[in-house]
């Protein structure tokens, strides 16, 4: 079955700084969605990429999908305190239902 | 911005007791599905639902669970018998079209439903 690791696990950035996630599939990845979370709270919608080499961005966060490494990666440029939470990456699994399997997340914290 | 809504937002009930989880997908999606969080762990996979029937289920998903679309608009998760570990976070989402690997659809969740088993 296609797992998700996202990395790192954790990360502590100072206010300002960039940062980047990456999220590796097992199998071939062909589409990605990344959510952001508070801890013990909802899922917010951030990005779908669909298609290898695509990049799309959002006000600071800059999401892109690299189908050859089976890997997305998701850059915040000059983080901000409201950038901290949960970063989880989901992946339409094999199978024709449309449910997605999760990475276990990458908790973001930005100092100010 | 159209919405996916859960209640309640928390639960709180005794082991062994039935609970109804409801869901309001966005009015024009036609796929619908539960997932669930344990605290600190990841994101799972419970059940999908089309057409007015189970199109896929998790191991999880054992017979203490039930879904339903009553009706045109909710969507149910019912647990017959709660058990300490059904302890979690319970996701509703739904989106327009089945997304699939090479063609990926927007997949919108609710806010959730923590449930508290003791």
């Known amino acids: 079955s296609q797992e998700l690791e996202q990395s790192p696990q954790s990360l502590i950035v100072q206010e300002g700084k960039n940062l980047t996630i990456n999220c590796t599939s097992s199998?071939?990845?062909?589409?990605l969605y990344w959510y952001k979370q508070k801890y013990g709270e909802g899922l917010i919608f951030l990005m779908m990429l669909q298609k290898g080499g695509e990049e799309k961005s959002h006000e600071k966060i800059t999401a892109k999908l690299d189908e050859k490494k089976q890997q997305s990666s998701l850059h915040i440029t000059a983080s901000q305190p409201s950038h901290a939470g949960i970063y989880l990456c989901g992946a339409v699994s094999t199978g024709n239902t449309g449910k997605l399997i999760f990475g276990q997340g990458t908790t973001l914290q930005v100092k100010p | 911005e159209p919405e996916v809504t859960q209640t309640p937002s928390h639960q709180v009930t005794q082991m062994g007791q039935e609970v109804i989880l409801r869901c309001v997908p966005i009015s024009n999606h036609l796929y619908f599905y539960w997932y669930r969080q344990i605290l600190g762990q990841k994101v799972e996979f419970l059940v999908s639902f089309y057409n007015n029937e189970i199109s896929e289920k998790s191991e999880i998903f054992d017979d203490q669970f039930s879904v339903e679309r009553p009706d045109g608009s909710n969507f149910t998760l019912k647990i017959r018998s709660t058990k300490l570990e059904d302890s979690a976070m319970y996701f509703c989402?739904?989106?327009?079209?089945?997304?699939?690997?090479?063609?990926?659809?927007?997949?919108?969740f609710g806010e959730g439903s923590r449930l508290t088993v003791l």
């Open positions: 989402a739904s989106s327009k079209v089945r997304g699939t690997p090479t063609n990926t659809g927007e997949l919108f």
């Open positions: 199998k071939t990845l062909y589409g």
